[in-house]
């Protein structure tokens, strides 16, 4: 709880522009941003990682695949499947190389709403070898055989 706390005020004092006790702020980077979002991730508080994500990009940082990985999952987690997915489109949209979180996160992202073909986008279908190495392209393959399942 106390930790949830101390990372509201950080969004808040990030968000605002403003440094403790009304001081300037430092300048925000990747870094700094990415560890936030991943706490908002680990407490399920989409809302504030959604708005440091939209403030970091405002500030013109863009987000690398740890933050998208972040930001991917706790949409998933809280239900918010449709955004998850189009945080997903929109790294792949940027050329930013996901990695086996990106698509765990992501394919967890459509087993709470999106569906098997969802699953298969996501994916890339054939294309998926050559992103990801044998050994994670056969766990997606195995993962989206349960969706279908499931379906």
Sequence with gaps: MVEMRA???AVDTIASGRGGHGSPSAQADLMTYSTLISACEKGAQCDHALRLL?????????PDTFTYNCIISVCAKVMRWEEALEQFDEMVAEGIQGDLHTYNAALNACEKGAGWERAEQVSGGDSLQGRLDAGMAAALRFALQSLSADS
């Design 7 to 9: 990372t509201r005020l």
């Design 54 to 62: 939209g403030h970091m990009r405002a500030q013109q940082i863009s």
